[in-house]
């Protein structure tokens, strides 16, 4: 390269450079958009809610939140992707649309690990193992002997192939080595009806829809999926804790944007999203609900959708599950 072109090209990325700041200082100047990849009144729902209502008086725009449902979430991740990269359309991440569909699907429109800039984990939300009381087992020791010593004769539900809940379960499975049925529903609710009645005695499923159930002793909670204990139930051991060291599962919720959104965007709005994941009347909120809060770096943020998506690659890999 030339002397000329050398400078032309430090006079562009100069240009490129305070064009960035300009438009970091304006933003945000009209409402963004917060994409949420299920329909309202899920977990994911609550949590986009909650920090858009957090962040809306500190970004001085209103966070609207989108629910576009479909596709496990495709539909959602694909519209974010393909979406200007100027801040004001946003994705709440989750462990479905960065990881699992990614990897079990076999036409995905969009790359989890390229097209889309992290801002921030927001929160993850390890599962409850739990057991309806005509199950004889008290403990994941109890369960993997039982699993052993009579393979295939215990079934477990699961929210449908693929979910959180099936492959929390399957890589369970590998880890101790124990066979047991999957039945699949579709959705956690018709699962629950037979879990409460005992049909499919075992699921490892969302600690919020089961904590009142097990607080009023339909349900036996033996174990959390998480790597550490909730404080939510501090009597309940990790799995880790229980006998599967190295054992850790669940769901997870966090912001991104699309590729290319500046870096002083990208700043501003994790600065904004780690204040109200870090406030009291947020934490207390979350925690009440099984659910730890985070709050990290984009840096941070991204390592962790990698090391996830290359954890569910194997499990789905050896589990083959294939979605259609």
Known sequence: MNKRNAVKWVSVLAALSWGQQAAAQAYPSKAIRLIVPLAPGGGNDTIARLIGQKITPALGQQIVVDNRAGAGGLIAAELVAKSPADGYTLLLGNVAVMTIIPNAQ???????????????????????????????????????ALSKAKPNAVNYASNGIGSSTHLAT??????????????????LSIAMTDLMSGQVPLMFSSAVAMLPHVKNGKLRAIAMTGAKRSQALADVPTVAEAGVPGYESGSWYGIVAPAGTPRPIIDRLNKEIVAAVKSGDIQERLLKEAVIPSGNS?????????????????VIREAKIVLD
């Open 170 to 187: 399957e890589m369970f499975s590998m880890m101790t080595g124990v066979k047991m049925v999957h039945v699949p529903y579709k959705g």
């Open 298 to 314: 984009p840096e941070e943020f991204a390592a962790h959708i990698k090391a996830e998506f290359e954890r569910m690659a194997r």
């Open 106 to 144: 076999k036409k995905v429109p969009y790359d989890a690990l390229k097209d889309f800039a992290p801002v921030s984990l927001i929160a993850s939300a390890p599962l409850l193992v739990v057991v309806h009381p005509s199950l004889p087992v008290n403990s994941i020791k109890q369960l993997v």
